[in-house]
């Protein structure tokens, strides 16, 4: 049995478009893969992404992707792994549809990163971003270019575990 002990991670989530995959025309890019991978994966990711990443899930949390997009989880996890990441969960248009939609009568928002016990939720969407207070969870807008994007999760993480540490203990 591999059942997890010890305190449960936190949970970070990305979305893809406009967050991880980047133009290289608006902002600063990691290269691209090699001939021929770049044929097949074609989008740019954001500069910084597989360091930061990284540096999220040494730091102990677990990292995801939410997007709406329709594209496979085999694809995210072969596009990403060129660049040497590895994410602990994938939500992509389908699942979210299968798993949290479902049947309900009633269109729910896009992304809900709560269903998936996400406590900060990354995202270019002010649609997106606005429902976390509603819904419970936290989230930050990320769009345009910013050479410190990196440093600003990172410090917006550790600010929620501490502030979730805290009202546990209080408990
Ligand atoms: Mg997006």
Redesign the pocket.
Known sequence: MSKRTGPEKMQVSF?????L?VSPRTHKTEPKLPFPLCKIFTERLRLGTPELINELQKLGYEVWVY???FRTERYIRWLFRFYGVRFDGIVNGFRHQKEVQRNNKTILPQKLPNRYRISLHV???EA?CSMAGQYGFRAYKL?AQDDEWKEKILQRAEQIKKMDQLSRSEL
Not at 15 to 19: A, H, N, P
Request: net charge negative; proline share 0%; aromatic share 14%.
């Open positions: 979305d893809l478009d406009e967050v995959f997007t709406s997009s995202d270019d969407e997106v769009f």
